[in-house]
C-alpha cells in the first residue's frame, strides 16, 4: 500500500502514525514538542523500510497520532543520515545515494 510522507524540516524528529506499520512498537522514553508546545502522547518506537523513488530505507520513527491525514512526518533526524540536500528554489532535494536498490 502506498503512504505519503511528510519532508518537515522543521522537526528533528521522523514521526509515523499508529497502525501505518507493523504492530512491533518499542518503548521509549522520549518526549518530543509539538509546534504548539505540548508534549507529544508518543507511543513508542517504530523500525520501518520503506521505499522512495524506488530506494529502500530503513529508519526508525516516533509512534504518534497526529492531525494529518499523511502517515507522518519525516524530520530532520532522517535527512541528515542520508545527507540530503533541499534547493527551495527549484523545489528539489537529493539525498546521499545509500539507499539499497530494490
Known sequence: ???????????????LQPAVSSPVVKITQTKPHGVTGEALDVKGLQKV??????REYTHTFLVCSLPTE??????TDFLEKLGAVIDFRSRKMSLADIGRAP
Open 1 to 15: 500500500m502506498s503512504r505519503s510522507l511528510i519532508i518537515d524540516t522543521g522537526s528533528n524528529v521522523s514521526i
Open 49 to 54: 523500510t520503506f521505499l522512495q523513488n524506488r
Open 70 to 75: 499523511a502517515a507522518g512526518p519525516l524530520g
